[in-house]
């Protein structure tokens, strides 16, 4: 079992930065990949980027490139989330997940991932 708790979420304007925290707990040494998904009201849950721990390789959606990164601490056992130049459709629940499993479909898929957290709140303001 993993647990994973968010945190970072808040409310700026549009333009700001926000820094979102993942920290993983439990059967850790045994994750392959971990991703960002967000979800705002009224619409399906997207994922938002991905890094995969064997070859560190990273993966964003289109609207998110190049404002977005995605990084991990090893010794923390945390994930984070860079998010620059923020615009109000950035605005949406977020949700860090895990997944062990080399193979488990594409890393923007809910059903990559078998653990999730509960969500940290981005709300940005134009």
């Known amino acids: 079992q993993v647990q994973l708790v968010e945190s970072g ?3 700026v304007q ?3 930065s926000l820094r979102l925290s993942c920290a993983a707990s439990g059967y850790t040494y045994a994750t392959y990949c971990m991703g960002w998904f967000r979800q705002a009201p009224g ?3 997207e994922g938002v980027a991905a890094f995969f721990f064997g070859g ?5 959606a289109d609207s998110v490139k190049g404002r977005f990164t995605i990084s991990q601490d090893n010794a923390k056992n945390t994930l984070y989330l860079q998010m620059n130049s923020l615009k109000p459709e950035d605005t949406a629940m977020y949700y860090c997940a895990a997944d062990y499993r080399p193979y488990g479909g594409r ?3 809910r059903e990559r991932y078998t653990y999730w957290g509960q969500g940290t709140e981005v709300t940005i303001s134009s």
């Open 9 to 11: 979420g808040g409310s």
């Open 43 to 45: 619409k399906e849950r």
């Open 14 to 16: 549009a333009g700001g």
């Open 107 to 109: 890393w923007y898929s």
């Open 56 to 60: 560190g390789a990273t993966y964003y």
